[in-house]
């Protein structure tokens, strides 16, 4: 529902001074610290059994709140105009040959690896946060595997980014374009209808509300970029973003993790969507599992993205500039006649459905729960969210965050409460 001006711009600052008074608390509170951090008893049933989480973890309840976040603990790190897909991409890279994985996935060096690749979607303007990003990952885990990069841009790159990325990693490093047909807003969508939404949702100050650009990276995200030509050689990939930090030493090989473990999606942080982005998503959800019910999974995860059954969408959602994943799930039949479906909507570019809901929803439909991990003991930062391990999995990884400072369950509830009381006491009826 929209806002009225003087209540939204009432209730940001509102928003900004718990978020505020949360970190001050941390920092100087040890009560509150404690809280916060999952160590107090009221926490204690948030313990896992064993050292595997996956989502079945993740159905809990307080009140009639749902909690998307992954508990804190401090256990030790596991060791361990529909789309045609059919099409065959041509020029879709420069300067680039498909990969050669013929010795990817057996012995490299005397070292087993999964048939893999790193994923990252950037700018010629991005070559900053780019460069970071890699340098990170490659000192805190792919140093010691070799794993290759694949970079995607919708432009061509220039040879200055090429050069700046290739001499900080010693790994393969393949640079492709994005076909237009891929990436640029489709032309049946109504593009009156969908400036009108735009505008709406600017006036909401929705963010991204009125970029294009952004809803077609949403859009290749969630159907597109695993069909992408330097991508057809891989099975599994890791997304990664620019400017993100990784703070801890990853010692095992997660890709072999997923593979060893019939692991078919692995997140980092969970979050609840904004749902004037995604009004009519679970609508159209339903119908798709409405005509097709033969794709669900047994024992699914429809417990995480609902809390009546299915009715209603809670919004939970894996924040996706995070994925370990298997793009055999998203190649699969099921996921490829979802996202036609999806597509066919208009929804991407008449709301902003993003690539994170998406991918949640069909990761908890159409895979087990038990497919699904939670990658605790990696540290990981993107804007101002962050997972930081705890416990053994710090010490162990030396990481270098702070682990009080991590988006964990009673955190993210305590923030999740306070606003929806403000929300409810300042806005009234207004929300």
């Known amino acids: ?142 140093r010691n595997f070799g794993y290759p990069w694949v970079l995607l841009n919708d432009q061509e790159f220039t040879e200055e980014f090429k050069t700046r990325i290739q001499i900080i990693t010693t790994a393969p490093v393949f640079f492709g374009q994005i076909p237009d047909h891929h990436w640029n807003q489709p032309d049946w969508i109504d593009e009156t209808r969908a400036r009108e939404s735009r505008e709406r949702m600017v006036a909401q100050q929705i963010i991204y509300a009125g970029s294009v650009p952004y809803r077609n990276m949403c859009r290749f995200n969630s159907g597109f970029f695993y069909h992408h030509e330097l991508l057809q050689p891989y099975r599994y990939y890791w997304r990664v973003e620019p400017d993100v930090k990784f703070y801890c030493d990853l010692t095992y090989d997660p890709f072999l993790y997923m593979q060893d473990n019939n692991k078919v999606y692995g997140f980092n942080i969970a979050l609840l969507e904004w749902e004037p982005t995604i009004s009519s998503l679970w609508s159209n959800v339903k119908e798709f599992i409405a005509n097709n019910s033969e794709y669900l999974a047994p024992q699914n995860s429809m417990g995480y993205l609902s809390d009546d059954g299915g009715a209603s969408y809670n919004l939970c959602h894996y924040w996706s500039n995070f994925e370990i994943a298997d793009m055999d799930l998203w190649r699969g039949e099921a996921y490829t006649k979802f996202f036609d479906f999806l597509d066919s909507k208009g929804g991407f570019y008449y709301e902003r459905w993003g690539d994170a809901p998406v991918h949640s929803i069909a990761a908890s439909l159409f895979a087990r729960r038990d497919q699904v991990h939670f990658f605790k003991d990696i540290g990981y930062r993107h804007d101002s969210f962050q997972h930081c391990p705890t416990g053994d999995a710090w010490s162990q990884g030396r990481c270098a965050c702070n682990p009080h400072d991590t988006f964990g369950v009673s955190s993210f509830y305590s923030l999740y409460s306070t606003i929806q009381t403000l929300k409810q006491t300042t806005l009234g009826d207004h929300v």
């Open 1 to 142: 529902m929209i806002l009225p001006r003087t209540s939204a711009r009432f209730i940001f600052p509102v928003l900004c001074f718990v978020v505020g008074l949360h970190y001050v608390l941390m920092l100087y509170q040890e009560d509150y610290r404690q809280i916060v951090s999952g160590r107090d008893s009221s926490q204690q049933s948030l313990a896992l059994e064993d050292s595997e989480i996956t989502l079945a973890a993740f159905d809990i309840r307080t009140s009639s709140t749902h909690m998307c976040n992954t508990p804190t603990s401090t256990q030790p790190a596991d060791p361990s105009e529909t789309a045609d897909h059919d099409v065959l991409l041509e020029d879709a890279t420069q300067n680039s040959t498909i990969p050669d994985i013929s010795q990817n996935s057996t012995q490299i060096e005397g070292t087993r690896r999964a048939n893999a690749t790193f994923v990252l979607l950037c700018r010629n303007s991005d070559l900053e946060g780019t460069v970071e990003s890699i340098r990170q990952l490659e000192d805190r885990f792919n």
